[in-house]
């Protein structure tokens, strides 16, 4: 059993930057896959970034390639999600995930955070 908690979201602007934490509980956080995902006003939640258990592969979906890094600390249990650039088209809620195999799909995803709201205004 995983229990992650997300932080860092919040309000900013334009071409600013944030970065998300996510904190697991439990001594297994390097036996899984780490992934973000987002999810918009009305729009479907979607596949953000993974990193890999050791933390030496990444996976970014195309519109963040560049933007965005993701980030693990197996020693303290947390997975970290720099934006930079930001532009509105990001304002979602935003979840980290656990998952026990290097997928972008949703239900390969065991554990899931509550979600932290980020907001880009123009």
């Known amino acids: 059993q995983v229990q992650l908690v997300e932080s860092g979201g919040g309000l900013v602007q334009a071409e600013g930057s944030l970065r998300l934490s996510c904190a697991a509980s439990?001594?297994?956080?390097?036996?899984?896959?780490m992934g973000w995902f987002r999810q918009a006003p009305g729009k479907a939640r979607e596949f953000v970034a993974a990193i890999s258990r050791g933390g030496s592969s990444t996976d970014y979906t195309d519109s963040v390639k560049g933007r965005f890094t993701i980030s693990r600390n197996n020693a303290k249990n947390t997975v970290n999600l720099r934006m930079t650039r930001l532009e509105p088209e990001d304002t979602a809620v935003y979840y980290c995930a656990a998952s026990l195999v290097v997928t972008r799909r949703q239900d390969a995803y065991n554990y899931w955070g509550p979600g932290t709201q980020v907001t880009v205004s123009s």
């Open positions: 439990g001594r297994t956080f390097s036996s899984y896959v």
